[in-house]
């Protein structure tokens, strides 16, 4: 199993920002919370309608900021969640370096061994004078070192593979769990705030009514606005002469 080392960063740097929006929610609640008193206390020198509007309306505000604080705990929890990914990514990474170490100190061992060996072939034709050969396995502490840098990283390989193991049985269920928690906090916010904003608009309409009534009220009640007809004159109707006419008859009769 080969691990990617670059996950560590990756993650730090996702839970990082997790806690910068964390605590962006936190503050957008407690904003909420000094509005809406400063909302109640202007209802106080309001008049009797618009005062229990007012607080009709704050209090369907303060339910929507606990659906909210819901949303924000999640998103809490999702947090701690990726923590502890965070933790066993560097348990694993640790682990890894200490395998590095140990390979080197069994290169090491291993150069030791050779040389030992290469001087100990040199020497084979050598007897004792009773004529018995020489005991080549008395080098002290080759073999021994040798057999310990061995064992030592079997043992981290087997320890890197299961923590490994458990890193990606770790991961998919803190992906799988933390989004879905997050996904649902999210619906039911969603649709708290849906429907605690209808009740916000009905509250308002039923002590002020609505924009669109009052509207459509004024509107009846507004007279509609009076024409003038102008008296239609014939086109050939020659103005100026009958008047001439009718001014002289008119000043005939009166001798």
């Not at 505000?61 to 705990?73: E, K, P, T, V």
């Not at 030992?116 to 050969?133: D, I, V």
């Not at 991961?171 to 039911?188: E, K, M, N, P, T």
Request: charged content about 20%; glycine content about 4%.
């Amino acid at each position: 199993m080969v691990h990617r080392s670059a996950d560590a960063r990756l993650l730090s740097n996702l839970v990082s920002h997790e806690k910068d929006y964390s605590k962006q929610l936190q503050a957008l609640l407690t904003a909420s919370q000094s509005s809406l008193g400063s909302l109640t206390a202007y209802a106080a020198a309001s008049p009797p309608a618009t005062s229990r509007t007012i607080l009709n309306v704050a209090a369907i505000l303060a339910a929507a900021d606990s659906a909210h604080q819901r949303y924000a705990s999640a998103v809490e929890e999702w947090r701690d969640m990726l923590r502890g990914l965070h933790a066993l990514e560097e348990e694993v990474a640790n682990v890894i370096r200490d395998r590095e170490i140990l390979v080197t100190r069994l290169i090491k061992a291993s150069k030791s061994s050779t040389k030992s060996a290469a001087s100990s072939s040199s020497t084979s034709h050598l007897r004792s004078p009773s004529g018995s050969s020489l005991n080549l396995n008395a080098i002290p502490g080759t073999s021994t070192k040798l057999a310990a840098a061995q064992s030592e990283l079997q043992a981290c390989e087997t320890h890197l593979a299961a923590k490994e193991r458990e890193l990606d049985v770790r991961r998919v269920q803190v992906i799988r769990d933390g989004l879905i928690l997050r996904g649902r906090a999210l619906s039911d916010a969603g649709w708290t705030w849906s429907q605690l904003g209808r009740e916000a608009i009905n509250a308002v309409e039923n002590e002020l009514g609505s924009p669109e009534r009052t509207a459509a009220a004024s509107a009846a009640t507004t007279p509609a606005p009076t024409t003038i007809r102008r008296p239609q004159i014939p086109g050939n109707f020659n103005f100026d002469t009958r008047f001439v006419k009718l001014s002289w008859w008119l000043s005939e009769y009166v001798k």
